[in-house]
């Protein structure tokens, strides 16, 4: 029944009632269950959507099969799965195309593939169908993969549209703010990072930029802040060792030995 109809039963009825829940069809059950397989054993699921690829599954076991894969961190797999399941979505023009890319692009990223990471989210976001808070975190993902292409301009342009369409996503400012500071535009920096810190207090990635922005600004008491905050807040991570590496210009130089400690014993 249509919501239409639905509606229109409900208004003759002398006790109106909810309109029933739309439909989902076989192979959104399957796909259902499929991901619930994942979190459980994701090789299971693998063979789960493998099997159902192989008996003439479309888009949905494809798509399973890529978030199979990369849950196992198999991210070239993981790719090529998405990339299988876009193009044959664009084939059924299902409507799921735009989402499909990208995934793709995200285990593209993940998998140090950041040129094809850029051609998927151009793909994406050439569609049209991506609104809003999916449209802003395509144009971030893209900005990630021109950045590390070095299309700088082209990486400051989808930043911008990142900040305009999620502004609440501490990781756009943070990764505005470190390109900014890569661009030598440090009051652009300061400013971004900033907001990055307010939006993220207890992010150790936004704490070591937090204080590079500083060092280079000159700020040496606030770079030490920033970067004592990252190294307490992850020590164990990438970010907390470079901080904790930063600190070290910070630290007294040994005293020069006394004259007596020079004297040759006797």
């Known amino acids: 029944m249509s919501l239409i109809l639905a509606l229109a039963a409900a208004a003759a009825?002398?006790?109106?009632?909810?309109?029933p829940a739309p439909k989902i069809s076989p192979e959104e059950d399957r796909f259902k269950a499929c991901v619930a397989q994942i979190d459980a054993d994701p090789k299971a699921a693998l063979d789960t959507a493998d099997q159902w690829r192989l008996a003439g599954g479309?888009?949905?076991?494809?798509?399973?099969?890529?978030?199979?894969?990369?849950a196992e961190a198999r991210w070239t797999s993981a790719m090529t799965a998405f990339q299988q399941a876009a193009e044959a979505s664009e084939t059924?023009?299902?409507g799921r195309t735009a989402n499909l890319w990208v995934q793709a692009a995200n285990a593209a990223l993940a998998s140090g593939e950041h040129v094809k990471a850029r051609s998927y989210l151009d793909a994406a976001l050439i569609l049209g169908t991506l609104k809003d808070g999916d449209a802003g975190e395509a144009h971030l993902d893209r900005a990630r993969a021109l950045v590390a292409t070095n299309d700088q301009a082209g990486a400051r342009a989808d930043l911008d549209m990142a900040l305009k369409l999620v502004p609440g996503d501490p990781l756009a400012w943070l990764l505005s703010a470190t390109l900014a500071r890569r661009m030598g535009d440090l009051e652009r920096a300061h400013s971004d990072i900033h907001e990055a810190t307010r939006l993220a207090p207890d992010d150790a990635s936004v704490a070591?930029?937090?204080?590079?922005?500083?060092?280079?600004?000159?700020?040496?008491a606030a770079a030490k802040t920033a970067w004592e905050a990252a190294a307490r807040l992850s020590p164990e991570s990438p970010q907390g060792k470079a901080a904790a590496k930063a600190l070290e210009q910070f630290e007294a130089p040994p005293a020069p030995p006394t004259p007596e400690a020079t004297q040759p014993q006797r």
């Open 58 to 70: 479309g888009v949905l076991a494809r798509q399973c099969q890529g978030m199979a894969y990369a």
């Open 92 to 94: 059924a023009k299902d």
């Open 208 to 220: 070591l930029e937090a204080g590079n922005i500083s060092a280079m600004m000159g700020y040496d």
């Open 13 to 19: 009825a002398a006790a109106p009632h909810a309109a």
